[in-house]
């Protein structure tokens, strides 16, 4: 806007936004575009519906142009219309039952998109003052030139991973000095390779002379300086892999460090992605980064080392037999592209068998990581069964690849000894015609062959390169990503020290991203006083964990606001919001480390005292003080060592070390005994006294004493007050009906805890 062009190009402006932002900016758009000629890329039709002319294409070609209107009256069989239709078909999808909900403020309304046909009719055409529609639709025309966009594609992947590569050496900047000595012993190394084939070739014809006192001499000189030459091979070898090495594992660190916690920072959208999932994540984590490292750390000096072979070894043939030299260098393409052959061909081109082999890994880990589920359903034959089943594709590869490999390997060892044959047949020419002596010609052969299968090597290399740049992409993909909500943005308003928690989500509309067409709340309104416990209940499904994970903002709402202390989270920094609360889950997610550390979890800046009498609040503090190790035992993986009540006071523990001012608890007795209920629960009495608290349960039992409870069912609050309230005002309702599927006992019904009552007609009178 600032340039204020004549010519406008849009391409897909508001393709990423929201229907709220599109409708802003859309609407700026629209002002902005009046007296420019504007050329609009869009996929969502609804942004185009005001252009002076809509031309559709379809491979390459201008298939139909004319205004939307135009384009609508050509009926159901036209490329737009079906466009528009298939759009409005996935909008219905995810609308359909909003539709059915009660009527909401108008400003919520307007926020959402209406049909794209039914819309056109309340807008008016743009004042364009240069409409396209002056040209007719044969003058209409666009040409591609399809050999121009993969160069620029080829060209651009060159360039984007040249610069992934001074990405890397920036990072691995501070260890420029280690570099540096690695590559001065790789160099020497590639010195003192070509050095050795020289020396043993100069061996060879020393014993082909007559003269024994001279070739005793001869030999005596070469053996000590073959001991010279691996005494030098053992320091200068040591030093380019020590260094390299160095350089090499520092990468790995730092790319690690930055890639998890690039992952961290990620929205929880994100990992609900499937090719997000932990298990591929976690190998990504350990495979790119070492793939990064071979391709830069380990392979660099190999290359280095090579190069100066090379250097030397040319150098060296054409100083003492040029002929024979230029013959070598000629033949110098067959004798690499044979080696390389070689290597791979006797490798069977097994690299391009990990992708078969991903799933059948896949389920291996998976039941591995699951090992009691397996056992317990004594499904030990099935998971080989299936295991078995998916090694068939990657067999019947092999079998191919393997008659190819035999075939293939063979073809490579007769180009090479060809090769050979040829360069030793010229030399004894070069001989027989007194051109040169076997001394010279022998030596040039040798030196040039070796540094001809350290060519070779170099190009053994190309796949650790390729999927060395295949990390590196994958790596600066990640670190790269700019999260959709991020979680320690500067800019965003600290939350103050002390907060009250009053906690209200207000009009909130919610849909997981990984499921768009099922939506989880319609117009929700939902509030939790300060100070005071707000039990969330429905049936299963019905979203109730959902409103912990707004309230978190692990999600945003499609639309409306969920705020604290009346103003809405989006503004604050969300690092500084998640202090202020403490979340103890239906599952207890325990480290494999002590239980002191587990609770210490909490906060970063806990003392010992204040985890023990986080323990002693969490009734966890007696039976681990009876461990033999204390607060220092080991809990195993996922606090396998510990039983599930066990686990759970050590959460509540963790929660409460917190001293959050809202606390969220989500079915947090829900898969415990009743003993271990009890406990659990006499402990969540005491960690919600005087704070801010939301419980997500399905045993009504332990939610009884809540200030309000809000009935959950259909993506709205259906029934909302105190126990007691629900039960009388509405006798056959969810509530009720629930309760009576829970068979309480009369007392568990009726009965209030005492203390509590008289909270709870003051919310009932509230509500009222």
Aim: hydrophobic residues 45%.
């Amino acid at each position: 806007m600032l340039k204020n062009p004549a010519i406008l190009l849009l391409d897909e402006a508001t393709s990423a936004l929201d229907s709220e932002s599109e409708k802003l900016v859309q609407e700026a758009l629209d002002r902005f575009m009046i007296g420019r000629t504007t050329l609009v890329i869009a996929h969502r039709l609804s942004t185009i519906r005001k252009a002076d002319l809509v031309a559709v294409l379809q491979q390459g070609n201008v298939t139909e142009i004319g205004t939307h209107d135009e384009l609508i009256a050509k009926g159901e069989n036209g490329v737009y219309m079906k466009l528009i239709r298939m759009q409005e078909m996935a909008h219905e999808t995810a609308l359909s039952n909003a539709r059915k909900s009660s009527a909401r403020p108008s400003s919520a309304r307007n926020s959402v998109s209406s049909p794209i046909i039914a819309r056109n009719s309340s807008y008016g055409r743009s004042p364009y003052s240069r409409r396209l529609s002056d040209f007719s639709t044969s003058d209409f025309s666009l040409s591609i030139d399809a050999s121009h966009p993969g160069y620029r594609i080829e060209k651009l992947a060159f360039k984007e991973q040249a610069s992934s590569f001074w990405r890397l050496a920036k990072m691995n900047s501070p260890e420029w000095v280690y570099a540096l000595v690695g590559s001065i012993g790789s160099v020497i190394c590639g010195f003192l390779s070509a050095f050795f084939a020289y020396v043993l070739s100069a061996v060879l014809s020393v014993y082909y002379n007559q003269n024994h006192a001279y070739m005793s001499r001869e030999i005596e000189k070469y053996c000590y300086l073959l001991i010279g030459l691996s005494s030098a091979a053992l320091i200068f070898n040591t030093l380019q892999h020590f260094f390299w090495d160095i350089v090499g594992e520092n990468l790995t660190k730092r790319v690690r460090e930055k890639m998890l916690a690039a992952l961290l920072k990620n929205e929880m959208a994100w990992f609900d992605q499937e090719e997000n999932e932990s298990a591929r994540i976690a190998a990504r984590l350990a495979l790119d980064a070492n793939n990064v490292r071979s391709a830069i750390g380990d392979r660099i000096s190999v290359i280095v080392q090579n190069t100066a072979l090379m250097l030397v070894a040319c150098t060296a043939g054409f100083v003492l037999q040029w002929r024979l030299a230029l013959v070598l260098i000629a033949v110098f393409p067959l004798v690499v592209a044979a080696t390389v052959l070689q290597k791979m061909f006797m490798t069977g081109f097994s690299g391009d068998l990990e992708a078969a082999h991903a799933k059948g890994t896949q389920l291996a880990g998976e039941a591995i990581a699951n090992v009691r589920t397996v056992a317990a359903f004594n499904s030990e034959a099935k998971i080989v069964g299936l295991f078995s089943t998916n090694l068939e594709i990657p067999l019947r590869r092999c079998f191919w690849k393997g008659q190819i490999a035999g075939s293939g390997y063979g073809i490579a060892q007769f180009a090479l000894y060809a090769s050979y044959a040829l360069g030793l047949w010229y030399a004894s020419w070069l001989v027989k015609h007194g051109i040169s002596d076997f001394s010279k010609t022998i030596r040039v052969f040798m030196v040039l062959m070796v540094s001809a299968n350290g060519a070779a090597e170099t190009l053994t290399l190309a796949p650790d390169f390729i999927k060395g740049g295949q990390a590196m992409r994958s790596v600066f993909d990640l670190l790269d990503r700019k999260t959709e909500i991020e979680p320690d943005d500067s800019d965003a308003t600290p939350v103050p020290d002390s907060i009250r928690g009053e906690i209200e989500l207000k009009h909130v509309d919610f849909f997981y991203p990984t499921r768009p067409d099922v939506p989880i709340f319609r117009d929700l309104n939902l509030r939790a006083r300060a100070g005071k416990t707000l039990a969330l209940v429905g049936p299963s499904g019905c979203g109730k964990s959902s409103v912990i994970a707004l309230i978190q903002r692990f999600y945003d709402p499609s639309s409306g606001r969920v705020m604290i202390d009346g103003k809405d989270i989006r503004k604050y920094n969300l690092k500084s919001l998640r202090k202020h609360m403490a979340m103890v889950p239906q599952e207890p997610c325990l480290f494999a480390t002590s239980i002191y550390e587990n609770i210490a979890y909490g906060s970063e800046s806990a003392t010992e005292a204040e985890i023990i009498e986080a323990a002693n609040l969490a009734n966890a503090h007696k039976f681990i003080s009876a461990l033999p190790d204390g607060y220092k035992t080991f809990v195993g993986e996922r606090g396998v060592q510990l039983s599930g009540g066990q686990k759970q006071r050590i959460a509540i523990a963790r929660a409460l070390v917190r001293k959050a001012e809202v606390m969220l608890l989500d079915e947090a007795t829900s898969a415990l005994d009743t003993e271990s209920e009890r406990s659990v629960q006499e402990a969540l009495d005491r960690a919600y006294s005087g704070k801010t608290t939301i419980i997500v349960a399905h045993r009504l039992s332990t939610i009884r004493n809540a200030h309000v409870i809000a009935v959950i069912d259909d993506g709205k609050v259906a029934e909302q007050g105190s126990h007691s309230h629900l039960l009388k005002n509405y006798p056959d309702g969810c509530y009720a009906r629930m309760i009576q599927l829970q068979r309480f006992t009369p007392s568990q019904v009726i009965g209030m805890a005492p203390g509590s009552s008289s909270s709870a007609r003051t919310m009932d009178d509230e509500e009222r």
